[in-house]
């Protein structure tokens, strides 16, 4: 390792995400030094969430794959601006929010077919169909809603890394989420109650 290198190493931040994980906490450091076995790991680490994470915030799934790879690069090309002062993950959703709003500017995005919307008429009692129930019902949700509710309930994110990734007071992601959940029961309970009509 040169003198540079060392110096970087010594001088990164860490940021409260990896406090708790010195193994993260080195990945990032290679990173930013331009490792790609360090990439690589942290690739393979947040893949999944990034996806999700894309494909609620699109609403099509074959386009999650797509905003998740640009995300990645995005980040992995910025890495040195990384400082630490928030955590990797608020950092790394924050680019991948940017990516898919950028995509949802997009021209063709409005004129293109969208997927199917419907709600399941199956019952919400089997997990495989409950989840089916709570992805379309999250559907439902403006964008505004839907992001705060999936960072919070889906990401597990604090309020104030919510309020970082979205770029919003704290107190606007604590409206939203009392928002999201209302509306969001409400439109879990009239699921329920055709359900119960059908069955």
Not at 35 to 44: K, M, P, V, Y
Request: aromatic residues 8%; contains cysteine; charged residues 30%.
């Amino acid at each position: 390792m040169t003198i540079e290198a060392e110096a970087t190493v010594i001088t990164m931040p860490v940021s409260r995400d990896t406090e708790g994980d010195p193994e993260e906490a080195r990945w990032l450091v290679r990173a930013r030094l331009g490792d790609e076995a360090a990439f690589t790991w942290l690739l393979n680490r947040y893949r999944n969430r990034v996806i999700r994470l894309a494909a609620h915030i699109l609403r099509r799934p074959d386009e999650a794959e797509d905003a998740a790879q640009e995300a990645f690069i995005r980040a992995f090309r910025n890495i040195r601006a990384f400082r630490g002062d928030s955590r990797f993950t608020t950092w790394l959703f924050h680019i991948v929010l940017r990516v898919c709003l950028d995509r949802r500017r997009l021209k063709r995005w409005d004129s293109e077919v969208q997927w199917d919307d419907t709600l399941p008429l199956s019952s919400p009692k089997d997990p495989i169909d409950t989840r089916l129930v709570v992805n379309a019902l999250l559907k439902e949700l403006s964008p505004p809603l839907r992001a705060a509710l999936v960072l919070r309930e889906l990401e597990g994110m604090e309020y104030e890394d919510i309020a970082h990734v979205l770029g919003i007071p704290v107190g606007t992601v604590r409206s939203r989420l009392n928002a999201a959940r209302a509306r969001f029961r409400d439109l879990y309970m009239r699921v329920v109650e055709e359900t119960n009509r059908v069955q």
